[in-house]
């Protein structure tokens, strides 16, 4: 027997802990561990394939919002797995060794539903791109298949001057959080740039906001800046080129709707297998952060389907072999 696509991904699916290639050979009669790392090898699975997949169920809006962020596919006890780095991951709060990904979610407020449509591997020993040039290119794919959206939203790492730029040229809305140091001015060339942190706000300004001039824009660009009280401990800066919000709660909403990309995160991890493939060349992890992404949007959509999450599916695949085992048991206690 050989390895495909199909059976590759229904394993995925079905497995519960065990993602190895051995140990789908010896759930599949019929098939040889050899047959599933060379399909791991050989086979060229590309961010293409998850575009075509997600387009079948993808419902756009024009009020869609595009939602970029990165995460880290954990191999911390790895030793000999290409593409593997050192680099920090907001989910361990340090640094560990691990693949970046780059991922591009699309979501419509309008049906609460949510799809991967994109991804890069941020691999800069291999391609020399860093992370903004992978946005980049994702932008570009996403033009030229026309998808419509109207807002993008991105953490503070991505809040640069010439992507904030490009989206403003393109007539979309951002909505992202800003660094306490980044440089700010409220006063139009009155006074020095200064920290977002050591701004003065008044009790009208920390409701609807105020207009400032991040430094590196152009002389006339000025944008909205939203001052965000979280706790006693956490203040939080929110700026967007929607000079016409007025309403710092609002404000807050729209930027937390990048939290979908966060529950995204979670649910590859959590129900793919996405961090636990052992192959140690790099072809064969690409191709398993492929394969698993599109077990994901499978999931997802059977999960919107049916009005269950992703991990009920998951763990009703256990519910129902207990089921089985209580009834007929294959090892019965004496």
Not at 189 to 200: D, H, I, M, S
Not at 229 to 235: A, G, H, L
Not at 251 to 271: L, M, N, P, T, Y
Request: charged residues 25%; aromatic residues 10%; glycine residues 4%.
């Amino acid at each position: 027997m050989k390895t495909t696509r199909q059976i590759y991904c229904q394993y995925l699916l079905s497995s519960q802990i065990n993602y190895t290639c051995t140990n789908l050979a010896e759930h599949l009669e019929g098939l040889d561990h050899n047959s599933v790392y060379r399909y791991l090898k050989n086979e060229k699975l590309t961010p293409r394939l998850i575009w075509e997949q997600a387009r079948q169920t993808l419902v756009a809006s024009t009020a869609g919002y595009l939602i970029f962020d990165d995460t880290v596919v954990d191999k911390s006890y790895s030793f000999e797995i290409a593409g593997v780095r050192r680099q920090y991951s907001g989910n361990a709060h340090g640094v560990i060794k691990g693949i970046g990904l780059v991922n591009l979610v699309y979501y419509n407020a309008e049906i609460d539903r949510y799809w991967i449509i994109d991804y890069r591997i941020f691999d800069p020993e291999r391609d020399g791109k860093t992370k903004l040039d992978h946005v980049s290119d994702m932008l570009d794919s996403v033009e030229r298949r026309a998808l419509c959206f109207r807002t993008v939203l991105m953490d503070a790492w991505y809040a640069t001057v010439q992507l904030m730029t490009r989206l403003g040229k393109a007539d979309k809305l951002f909505y992202c959080p800003l660094k306490k140091n980044r440089l700010v001015d409220e006063t139009r060339g009155q006074a020095p740039y200064r920290a977002v942190e050591t701004l003065p706000w008044t009790t009208q300004e920390e409701q609807m906001g105020k207009l400032v001039k991040v430094k590196g824009f152009a002389q006339a660009t000025y944008l909205k800046l939203f001052r965000v009280v979280v706790s006693p401990d956490r203040t939080d800066y929110i700026v967007t080129n929607d000079v016409t919000q007025v309403d710092t709660d609002e404000a807050q909403k729209e930027s937390g709707q990048r939290w979908k990309i966060e529950q995204f995160h979670r649910e590859e991890k959590q129900v793919t297998g996405l961090e636990r493939c052992q192959c140690r060349l790099n072809r064969a992890q690409r191709n398993h952060l492929c394969a698993s992404m599109l077990v994901w949007l499978c999931f997802k959509e059977l999960a919107y389907q049916t009005k269950q999450t992703v991990y009920q599916l998951k763990h009703n695949l256990l519910s129902d072999y207990l089921k089985q085992q209580l009834r007929n048991p294959t090892i019965v206690f004496t």
